[in-house]
């Protein structure tokens, strides 16, 4: 499955936080200042930091049951258990001495958000009306439309204002053959793949494809035809039930992306789109050891 259809209607909001507590924004502004050289000219100090988040709202149904006779496998569906929201997202916190000439002293622009929250699945399904700056919706994207911009007075070469440039690209799911197991023998290691092409494709997270009837993961030399399964441990955004976009709340997007924020700055994402691998045991599994921990929720508006 792919993106949704060309007429999908997409909603587009800023989001403001709730809490009133989160950033407290200086006085001034980021404009240069224009036919004004006497303007304060630094040099200055200056970091910004952005986040955008590409993300689909996927079910959770192990509940097949199989009817098996010598001729013939039947198999039916449960109810949907819950569905979550899996994303991978661009970060970038950059910090660099600028010589420019600016009409305010040190100033901060606390960093705002704006979701564009499409009203179909990837099917075209859709579930109810999209509220601006409360419902995700069933896919979408979520945009740094201000970033966060700090400029300070640079203090020179022995003050703690390092230069650096940081970007990652990471992601709290991963696609992942399990080992080929033989009791607690492991006949293949656990492999990741390329997650990409099974972002919007329902089917395969919606399960560990281990039912009767919906077997589909299994590492390649094990099962002939085996697909990898959706690796996400993080379970971000859960909603019990069958969704339905009434279900949603601002909390819920608030607590979603101060979650994205906290795993980044804790470096506890996926590689995206292949994940590292680590060893626990004896096991192979996708690796959680991606980041940037110069990313602060605090700067967030």
């Known amino acids: 499955m792919g993106a949704p259809a060309a007429d999908t209607l997409v909603t587009k909001s800023a989001f403001t936080s709730q809490a009133s507590v989160d950033f407290g924004a200086a006085s001034g502004t980021t404009t240069s200042g ?4 006497s303007a304060l000219t630094g040099p200055w100090y200056i970091v910004r930091q952005d986040l955008n988040i590409t993300y689909v709202r996927v079910p959770t149904q192990r509940g097949a049951s199989g009817s098996v006779t010598l001729d013939q496998v ?22 660099r001495v600028v010589e420019l000439a600016f009409n305010a002293s040190a100033v901060q622009q606390p960093q705002e958000f704006t ?36 400029r300070t ?27 080929a197991m033989q009791g607690n023998s492991v006949l293949s290691e656990g492999e990741t793949v390329n997650a990409a092409p099974y972002m919007y494709d329902l089917a395969f997270h919606k399960d560990d494809g281990c039912m009767p009837g919906t077997h589909r993961d299994g590492h390649p030399y094990n099962f002939t035809g085996g697909k990898p399964t959706s690796y996400a ?18 909390a ?6 101060d979650g ?13 789109p292949i994940s590292n691998e680590e060893t626990i045991g004896n096991l192979t ?4 050891d991606v980041g940037l921990s110069e990313y602060d929720i605090n700067r967030h508006a």
């Open 34 to 37: 224009t036919g004004n050289l």
């Open 74 to 95: 039947t198999t039916t569906n449960g109810s949907i258990e819950k569905t979550e929201i899996i994303y991978f997202c661009n970060a970038r916190v950059e910090a």
């Open 115 to 150: 979701f564009n929250a499409a009203s179909g699945g990837p099917n075209g399904v859709t579930y109810g009306a999209i509220s601006g700056g409360v419902t995700m919706g069933p896919m979408g994207t979520i945009i740094s439309s201000k970033p966060f911009i700090s």
């Open 153 to 179: 007075l640079y203090q020179g070469v022995v003050s703690a204002q390092p230069e650096f440039n940081k970007s990652i690209v990471a992601s709290n799911w991963a696609a992942y053959y399990p080992p």
């Open 233 to 250: 441990t993080l379970n971000d955004y859960i909603i019990p039930g069958a969704y339905a976009t009434n279900k949603e709340s601002v």
């Open 252 to 257: 819920d997007l608030q607590a979603f992306l």
């Open 260 to 272: 994205v924020a906290n795993n980044l700055t804790s470096e506890s994402l996926h590689r995206y």
């Open 285 to 288: 599994i996708p690796a959680r």
